[in-house]
């Protein structure tokens, strides 16, 4: 079993950082890939940033060059540092993580965290 628990979001002004954090539970927070996701009302649940368990990360297009996602193994967290904030970012976030194994896909969710970009 794995429990993620997320913090760090909020009300951001436009052109602010925030950097949500999303601590896991459980003893195989090493070999899960992790993720963040947002989901708007009405809307896809829409990958933001994942980041696999050897660090290999992607980004979706709008949020390149202005979000990082990062972890740190030994405390079982993953991050997303979210800079130049945009009001198109506004939004609910989840933290994910997951592991496939043998076509079999497991996921774990976070209980969202709602991020606000305002003046």
């Known amino acids: 079993q794995v429990q993620l628990v997320e913090s760090g979001g909020g009300l951001v002004q436009p052109g602010g950082s925030l950097r949500l954090s999303c601590a896991a539970s459980?003893?195989?927070?090493?070999?899960?890939?992790m993720g963040w996701y947002r989901q708007a009302p009405g809307k896809q649940r829409e990958l933001v940033a994942a980041?696999?368990?050897?660090?290999?990360?992607n980004y979706a297009d709008s949020v390149k060059g202005r979000f990082t996602i990062s972890r740190d193994n030994a405390k079982n967290t993953v991050y997303l540092q979210m800079n130049n904030m945009k009001p198109e970012d506004t939004t609910v976030y989840y933290c994910?993580?997951?592991?496939?194994?043998?076509?079999?896909?497991?996921?774990?969710w976070g209980q969202g965290t709602q991020v606000t970009v305002s003046s």
């Open positions: 994910n993580g997951n592991r496939q194994i043998i076509g079999i896909e497991y996921d774990y």
């Open positions: 459980g003893s195989i927070f090493s070999i899960l890939a």
């Open positions: 980041i696999t368990s050897g660090g290999r990360t």
